[in-house]
């Protein structure tokens, strides 16, 4: 998240005017913010988004955004409003150089509706480093089917279908109709879908999806109803045991409570299955305590946004001359704290998590009423020099104008005058 990399580049002692250089010249160099090396030892997980992603195509960044461990860096190539030649040279510049390069950057990367993915956007190069990431690295991989069959053959003649548990090779099939989700409870799987049972997720309709061509050994964690068509499968891959899955339904379609594509569904869920997806594709425990878990996201979003408004408000003032010096040390011991928050967050100690960030959040209020008052000192003052400025000008006009007009000490008649003769 761009907190999190602007700290890293600052320092835990950060001030709001430092921070705010530092988001003017990274903007200026088109420095990509989300993306920051990420490693367990820093309570982080890193993912790359390439497809139909970005905050204009696709709902995952807001779903991201929510979370407080997942930094991600999306390179969008279904973006229209874009030319073609700008989306390659983004991709270009933004994919990661070589395989050390990705590896240290990122944990998972998420493939949504390739559109022209591997047609057009990314060279061979690119795709070898996604090849062997997953195969030689074990990084994990979800991806949903793309729309078109020109893009399952491009998907079928590159390495990086072999790692999906879905057979490119068969061909793109669109299933028409309503249709439900039937989670599997049989099997003996890790809890990724199964505790969204009990909250009516099997309830919610989606219009149409794509069929999912399973490969031998791979598992299906849901069906999709009445077509009896995997919703979603996975498997494990390479040297490293990948984790690698494939969704039938896009993660920008009415199913997943998106308002992208169509009506969305009342699906209230879809952003916390897509998330528990990623937690498990990186080998941490699924989440099964849902409502703790949002109340902790819900309080993290809104104290991103109070922090937003009140850095904002402090740099303002600052602007004006007021004395922040008593806020900044508030202001260290909150950055400090939301790396605790992040931390108890990371080795799922969620209680504690909402507790911290309650308190985060009341200490931020605080400030903010101490940078108002701070701000109406200041404008006391700027308002009271005004005032006096005003009303000085005023007195001196009104005593030139009594002085000539009324009183007319300072008036001489003029003499009329004439030569001698």
């Known amino acids: 998240m761009l907190g999190t990399y602007i700290d890293s580049m600052m320092g835990e ?14 903007l200026f160099l088109l420095i990509p913010l989300s993306c920051h090396a ?8 890193g993912l790359l988004l390439l497809g139909d992603v970005g905050a204009s195509g696709s709902p995952v960044d807001f779903w991201l955004e929510r979370d407080l461990i997942i930094d991600y860096f999306s390179i969008p190539m279904a973006q229209k ?21 990705m590896m240290d950057l990122y944990d998972m990367m998420v493939i949504c509706e390739e559109e022209e993915l591997f047609a057009w956007y990314t060279s061979p190069r690119h795709k070898d480093i996604m090849y062997r990431a997953v195969a030689r690295e074990g990084m994990a991989l979800f991806s949903s089917l793309p729309h078109e069959h020109y893009e399952f053959v491009e998907w079928a003649n590159t390495r990086l279908s072999e790692t999906l548990p879905h057979e490119y090779a068969a061909g793109y099939t669109k299933l028409l109709g309503t249709w439900k989700l039937d989670i599997e409870t049989d099997k003996d799987l890790p809890p990724v879908f199964t505790p969204f049972v009990g909250l009516g997720m099997e309830s919610f309709e989606g219009p149409h999806l794509g069929k999912l061509h399973r490969k031998t050994g791979a598992t299906t964690w849901a069906w999709a109803v009445p077509h009896n068509s995997p919703f979603f499968i996975s498997w494990e891959y390479g040297d ?9 339904n896009d993660l920008d379609e009415p199913w997943w409570g998106s308002t992208y594509r169509g009506s969305p569904s009342q699906n209230p869920w879809g952003g916390d299955l897509f998330l528990n997806i990623v937690y498990w594709s990186v080998g941490k425990e699924p989440i099964t305590d849902l409502t703790v878990v949002r109340s902790v996201r819900d309080k993290y979003s809104n104290y991103l946004v109070q922090r937003g408004v009140t850095l904002s408000l402090v740099e303002f003032i600052d602007d004006f ?4 010096a ?8 909150l950055s400090t704290g939301r790396n605790l928050a992040r931390q108890l967050y990371y080795e799922q100690r969620y209680e504690e998590a909402l507790e911290h960030i309650n308190t ?10 101490e940078a108002l008052k701070l701000k109406e000192r200041a404008f006391f003052w700027i308002y009271l020099i005004e005032w006096l400025v005003v009303t000085a000008a005023l007195m001196i006009v009104g005593f030139i104008t009594w002085s000539l007009m009324v009183k007319r000490r300072l008036y001489r008649e003029v003499k009329v005058t004439r030569a001698e003769t």
């Open 360 to 369: 985060l959040f009341d200490t931020m209020m605080e400030i903010e009423q």
């Open 240 to 248: 490293r045991d990948a984790r690698t899955s494939a969704s039938a």
């Open 321 to 324: 001359g007021a004395n922040i």
């Open 326 to 333: 008593p806020l900044e040390s508030k202001l260290e011991e």
């Open 81 to 101: 409003s874009l030319p073609e030649k700008e989306l390659i040279r983004y991709t270009s510049i933004y994919f990661p150089r070589n395989l050390e390069h």
């Open 38 to 45: 990420l490693t367990e030892d820093d309570g982080s997980l």
């Open 13 to 26: 002692a950060s001030s709001p005017v430092s921070r705010s250089a530092v988001i003017a010249v990274s």
